[in-house]
């Protein structure tokens, strides 16, 4: 039997994109970069785990905020180069801006126009020193 982790299509770096699905609503929280590793510890341990390229380590979400991801479903598109985690998010709130997700801009006559306000102050959230996960 093939190892299921085998079936993707990691790209050159090793790593494939994750977006971060609100279970209920549908909304797109977030995206993320996951690893082989960060991908079966997320399966195996129900919540969402990333690869922090900028650190160059795991990233549990809401290791510091407490917003945690848990897990609810998995999906591997068509191509096996997308995966999507259908997620609770603890505590309503995705983004390290303070906002329940980081697709908070549209795009207006040429300009990007925030439109979902701050829920919590980042500096609440994260301990000095820390501008986001």
């Known amino acids: 039997m093939t190892d299921w982790l085998d079936e993707i299509h990691w790209n050159e770096d090793g790593l494939l994109p994750a977006i971060a699905q609100d279970h209920k609503t549908g909304r797109i929280l977030m995206m993320a970069w996951m690893n082989r590793e960060a991908l079966a510890l997320t399966a195996s341990e129900q919540r969402a785990i990333y690869w922090s390229r900028s650190r160059g380590k795991l990233w549990r979400k809401g290791e510091e905020s407490g917003h945690v991801q848990k897990l609810h479903e998995l999906r591997l598109d068509c191509d096996a180069d997308v995966i999507v985690l259908q997620v609770e998010q603890i505590g309503g709130i995705a983004c390290h801006t303070g906002r329940e997700s980081c697709f908070y801009r549209v795009y207006e006559n040429g300009a990007w126009k925030t439109v979902d ?13 820390h501008s986001h996960e």
């Not at 980042?122 to 301990?127: K, L, R």
């Open 117 to 129: 306000a701050v829920l919590k102050d980042p500096d609440a959230i994260y301990h000095a020193g």
